[in-house]
């Protein structure tokens, strides 16, 4: 199973950027995806989940309204779509999979991919 998060790099503030998440090694359709990122000096946090089948998706209040994650299991690739970029959404952000999207802590995820930066300068 592997997860590589890209598509990050540096955008002013207002700007847009999209994450890819390219997975492998299982079958996409049956697993969700969440994506979480983690600022210099801060502890990692929820953005944004994705389940399966249906694919209902959740967001961290911060996020709301500017992400919005997708899924294409054809691919097999998981994206999110970053709109309205503020400073503070500088940090790395990783895609992880799990069964499914829960309450729970980093979503509940259990496999992690490798991160990409995102850089939102002011």
């Known amino acids: 199973v592997q997860l590589q998060a890209y598509g990050g790099g540096l955008v002013q503030a207002g700007g847009s950027l999209r994450l890819s998440c390219a997975t492998s090694g299982f079958t996409l359709g049956y697993y969700a995806i969440g994506w979480l990122r983690q600022a210099p000096g801060k502890e990692r946090e929820e953005v944004s989940c994705?389940?399966?089948?249906?694919?209902?998706?959740y967001y961290a209040d911060s996020v709301k309204g500017r992400f919005t994650i997708s899924r294409d299991n054809a691919k097999p690739t998981v994206y999110l779509q970053m709109n309205s970029l503020k400073p503070e959404d500088t940090a790395v952000y990783y895609c992880?999979?799990?069964?499914?999207?829960?309450?729970?802590?980093?979503?509940?995820?259990?496999?992690w991919g490798k991160g990409t930066l995102v850089t939102v300068s002011s």
């Open positions: 994705i389940n399966f089948g249906g694919g209902r998706a």
């Open positions: 992880a999979t799990g069964y499914e999207c829960r309450a729970t802590q980093n979503y509940g995820m259990e496999i």
